[in-house]
Nanobody, 128 residues
Framework: QAQLVESGGGQVQAGGSLRLSCAASRRTFRTYGMGWFRQAPGKEREFVATINWSGGNTYYTDSVKGRFTISRDSAENTVYLQMNNLKPEDTAVYYC?????????????????????WGQGTQVTVSS
């Protein structure tokens, strides 16, 4: 049984918007730090954004600052990634991840090795 399920991907033109969702099946994820990563063809998986367990702190990679917003709804056990002003270079498979390591600093959540659970990914394609 998948513990993290992403949805909301699709194809849009440059300048458009998409909102990705990550539904968690375990209530314990409400106490986990959550992150979004992406992987373009032929490239390594890279960090996009992260949010701490309370939702009070967020951290983004520089290339998406001001365009993407990560948020979470504890009641729905869901994490979102609102993506605005999309660019062709944002094209990738987007993955949701959960980290139970609440003792690390927010910046450390940018590293894949700190995540314990991963979703299957959702494709985002941005055309020029």
């Amino acid at each position: 049984q998948a513990q993290l399920v992403e949805s909301g991907g699709g194809q849009v033109q440059a300048g458009g918007s998409l909102r990705l969702s990550c539904a968690a099946s375990r209530r314990t994820f409400r106490t986990y730090g959550m992150g979004w990563f992406r992987q373009a063809p032929g490239k390594e998986r890279e960090f996009v954004a992260t949010i701490n367990w309370s939702g009070g702190n967020t951290y983004y990679t520089d290339s998406v600052k001001g365009r993407f917003t990560i948020s979470r709804d504890s009641a729905e056990n869901t994490v979102y990634l609102q993506m605005n002003n999309l660019k062709p270079e944002d094209t990738a498979v987007y993955y949701c991840a959960a980290s139970g390591r609440n003792y690390i600093g927010l910046g450390a959540y940018s590293q894949r090795r700190h995540y314990d659970y991963w979703g299957q990914g959702t494709q985002v394609t941005v055309s020029s």
